[in-house]
């Protein structure tokens, strides 16, 4: 019996602390949250702000294997992160428990090696109420304004819906960035560049230091420049540096992350966490960039070694943002002598973290800036050239340069020859290209974190939530936008002829980056007309700085709540009862056919187009918009195609053709079969040749490669990776396998693994009750459709053995499901009955029936 139990939040970091820690410390996991607020209800009582906290179904079984480990320590060490969520934690362990003060204590470190949890024994300290208390009123007020916002979304636009106070404003920004995209008028200028060659026919790209709004003003520049001896004007020198950014925090992270490793900001806080975990780097959840000085001189150590001293410049770094709190650190490794670990993606997110703490340690770059000034007298205006060299490398000598997305190519700084003033040259080529403005860019996940930490909106632990939640939400997602054609004019000076061109430019298309949908405009344009305050940038600011005051203990949680719900409540109410419903609603002309009215609007299988209106003699007749297509941009011609959909084309081998548009896009439906049509192809464009081709295309995918015991192999591409069919059964192909080239023995290698490897998923089956009992990847689960439940120990404590479970009753298999889910064999409630439709309801609800099919 240990005398001491350890109580972190995850097994990973559990199994770390237990290597540090003698036989007299038991470490155990409480798995995130014992509890929270209940799933269903508010669970908050808004007349004192209480909360009813409860234990989730899925945590009761672990609670009570703590509350027995509790039973036979002497002394409970909390050890859950140091942050305000690790405090909330380590709180909510110590009431559930019933942990006694003089029974528990509370331990936090930066770092998880041997030193840092020594340390952290050896200096415990008490539950810290304040930052609790920040925690409590985050979740509380978090909790409310999702309550009460979210059903008037669902009375005024749509059911379902939801509202947040971080989310939304992040669905604000996304939205105002596609307005300001879509309001931008371009405006044409021409710009001037210059490929100039000195004696020793050496290039010298130059551009010109003016731009010209007409092409004839271009045009007459390079009439001028014709027979123009260029000289070099002038040559300046200047002497610069480079220094190296901080260390980093939360959100520098993620965005370097993104930029440099193409990492999601949920993929890089998952991979942070398993680093954290393992011992790796400090805690990933900061906004401080402060370096303690055991780090700093681990640094040190670690630079005079590997590239000498000339390299080392120790320094710390202070944070901008006034509610960091610098007795974190940033994050950095925890041993300088580790530069790589063995798991790939681990590695490239941990010799990124390495370098750029680093690197924060090293010396300044020195660089030598030099601008060149081309041109003659007699024209009206010069070029310029701009290069540099590094002198000295300094801090890049581990960390490099990085281009961002913000950076132009055009502005990429070269080295440039040697030359002296009053040098003739010649001119080997010179352009004048019309260019247009660009509007500002659509925020990548790097750059939404960077915004919202710019505006205060949000801590380190919030950016990466939030943005899976408003792509949940589908409020914005990262479609693809189809770049658009324009004509751009090019004159080109060579050998004293002048030459111009009209080329077209691709402009406007976007990848991976955020678009909002329709609905996640008009819910934003809903809340922003009615909850002015709450979608303030400046007001959410506000509510995490008062959050802050509550973490420093100077203010009182439940009152900051009762200020804020005695303004909020109110407007709750107001927009309830007055606001107008919302369903984006825009009006696009007239159908030239029938007269009638042509609309966009969100309607219940989302954005689509109206012609006629609810209350007219003859229903109104409905279209979906096509991927691509949105209720703000559409035109009426874009509109009134759409009433195209579905058309027929003449048969194929017998079986009927149909083009149309459903909920995965536009597809040839052949027979049965439907068959997608591919990415950024108009399906109106799709004729009877077009349609036989897609058709053609589907067959031939579909032929027998070849065949097993007489049944035919066939191949394909899906969701998860290239794979082959034999009879109904799906077999993933491994990278090992050449694909394109099969050979039978490969084909029977691949099947016979999976039937072998099928003949041994179930240990028992009760195909009637859609339950069994199944070998998983990390050992037997019990399935009950498509929910999976864990396996129960004996009585005796021990694990079931295969052989054991062939064994177990059905009953008993029930047994286990409803100790996990109490609600798994419920009988579902008998729909009640109606009162009769009225007949414009009727009209509406047997007119949205004769929708397109939006499923395939």
Do not use: C
Not at 193 to 222: H, P, R
Request: proline share 4%.
């Amino acid at each position: 019996m240990s005398k001491n139990l350890v109580i972190v939040e995850s097994p990973a970091k559990a199994k770390t602390i237990q290597k540090y820690l003698g036989k007299d410390f038991e470490v155990k996991s409480s798995f995130g949250h014992i509890r929270d607020l209940p799933k269903k209800g508010m669970g908050i009582d808004l007349a004192t702000f209480s909360p009813d906290y409860e234990v989730s179904a899925d945590k009761k079984k672990l609670v009570t294997e703590l509350k027995s480990a509790v039973k036979k320590a002497e002394m409970v060490w909390l050890a859950s992160d140091e942050d305000r969520e690790g405090e909330a934690i380590a709180w909510h362990l110590a009431e559930e428990l019933k942990l006694k003060p003089e029974n528990r204590k509370r331990i936090v470190f930066h770092e998880i090696t041997k030193n840092a949890i020594l340390k952290a024994i050896e200096h415990p300290r008490d539950i810290d109420q304040n930052l609790v208390n920040a925690q409590q009123a985050r979740r509380v007020l978090d909790r409310i304004v999702g309550f009460e916002m979210s059903p008037v979304l669902w009375k005024k636009v749509k059911p379902g819906l939801s509202a947040g106070r971080v989310q939304s404003v992040a669905v604000r920004l996304v939205v105002e960035r596609e307005k300001e995209i879509r309001s931008f008028v371009p405006k044409a200028s021409f710009k001037l560049d210059g490929i100039f060659l000195n004696d020793a026919n050496q290039e010298i790209s130059a551009k010109l230091k003016k731009d010209f709004n007409k092409e004839s003003e271009a045009e007459n520049f390079l009439e001028s420049a014709k027979n123009t001896e260029f000289k070099v004007l002038n040559v300046e020198t200047k002497p610069g540096s480079r220094s190296a950014s901080a260390p980093f925090t939360t959100s520098t992270l993620q965005q370097e992350a993104s930029s440099r490793l193409g990492y999601n900001v949920t993929n890089t806080m998952r991979l942070a966490q398993r680093l954290y975990e393992e011992g790796y780097i400090t805690y990933m959840r900061t906004d401080s960039v402060n370096l303690s000085q055991e780090a700093i001189e681990g640094a040190k150590k670690q630079i005079v070694s590997e590239y000498g001293a000339e390299y080392s410049s120790p320094r710390n770094y202070t944070t901008k943002s006034s509610s960091a709190q610098e007795a974190h650190e940033a994050i950095r490794p925890t041993d300088f002598s580790v530069k790589a670990i063995g798991d790939a993606q681990l590695s490239k997110l941990y010799q990124l973290i390495y370098r750029r703490t680093l690197a924060s340690q090293m010396a300044n770059a020195k660089i030598e800036k030099t601008v060149i000034e081309i041109g003659n007298a007699k024209l009206p205006q010069h070029f310029e050239a701009q290069g540099e060299v590094i002198i000295f490398d300094g801090f890049l000598k581990a960390y490099g340069i990085v281009k961002t997305e913000d950076d132009d190519e055009e502005n990429n700084e070269k080295l440039l020859p040697k030359v002296t003033v009053g040098e003739v040259l010649s001119y080997k080529k010179i352009t004048a290209t019309e260019k247009f403005t660009k509007p500002s860019a659509r925020y990548t996940e790097a750059g939404l974190v960077r915004k919202l930490e710019e505006l205060g909106i949000g801590r380190p632990s919030t950016y990466a939530p939030t943005i899976q939640t408003i792509q949940n939400r589908e409020y914005v997602d990262k479609r693809e936008i189809e770049p658009q054609t324009r004509e751009v004019v090019k004159f080109s000076l060579v050998k004293e002829v002048i030459k111009k061109e009209v080329l077209d430019e691709k402009f406007g298309g976007d990848k991976n980056k955020f678009v909002p949908t329709d609905i996640g405009e008009v819910v934003n344009d809903f809340l922003t007309d009615n909850f002015t305050e709450i979608l303030d940038f400046g007001f959410t600011a506000k509510v995490e700085e008062s959050f802050d005051e509550i973490a420093n203990g100077g203010q009182k949680w439940k009152e900051m709540m009762t200020d804020f719900y005695s303004k909020f409540h109110p407007r709750i109410e107001d927009v309830e009862e007055n606001a107008d419903r919302a369903n984006g609603e825009r009006l696009l002309g007239v159908d030239p056919k029938t007269g009638k009215n042509v609309n966009a609007r969100i309607g219940r299988f989302g954005p689509m187009i109206q012609i006629g209106e609810q209350d007219d003699e003859e229903k109104p007749v409905f279209a979906s918009l096509l991927s691509g297509q949105n209720i703000a941009t559409i035109t009426l011609e874009e509109a009134l195609e759409l009433f195209k959909l579905p058309f027929d084309l003449n048969e194929v081998d017998g079986h009927p053709v149909t083009i149309g548009v459903g909920r995965f896009g536009p597809y040839v439906k052949w027979g049965e079969t439907y068959i997608s049509i591919p990415k950024g192809e108009d399906p109106l464009s799709v004729d009877q040749s077009r349609a036989e081709e897609i058709i053609n295309e589907k067959k031939l995918a579909d032929a027998p490669i070849a065949n097993y015991k007489g049944e035919p192999i066939t191949k394909g591409s899906g969701r998860f990776g290239p794979f082959i069919k034999y009879k109904s059964v799906f077999i993933n192909v491994p990278k090992r396998y050449n694909f394109d080239n099969l050979s039978q023995s490969d084909i029977n290698e691949l099947v016979e693994a999976k039937l072998e490897k099928e003949a041994n998923r179930y240990i028992q089956q009760w195909e009637a009750e859609k339950i069994s009992i199944e070998n998983a990847r990390w050992g037997p689960i019990v399935k009950h459709g498509k929910n999976i439940y864990k396996i129960p120990k004996k009585k005796d404590d021990t694990k079931y053995e295969s052989e054991d479970l062939k064994e177990v009753s059905l009953d008993e298999v029930k047994k286990w499901i409803t100790a996990q889910d109490p609600k798994a064999f419920a009988e579902k409630k008998k729909p009640t009955a109606k009162k009769p439709a009225t007949k414009k309801a009727t009209t509406a609800k047997k007119t949205v029936a004769k929708k397109p099919a939006t499923k395939k």
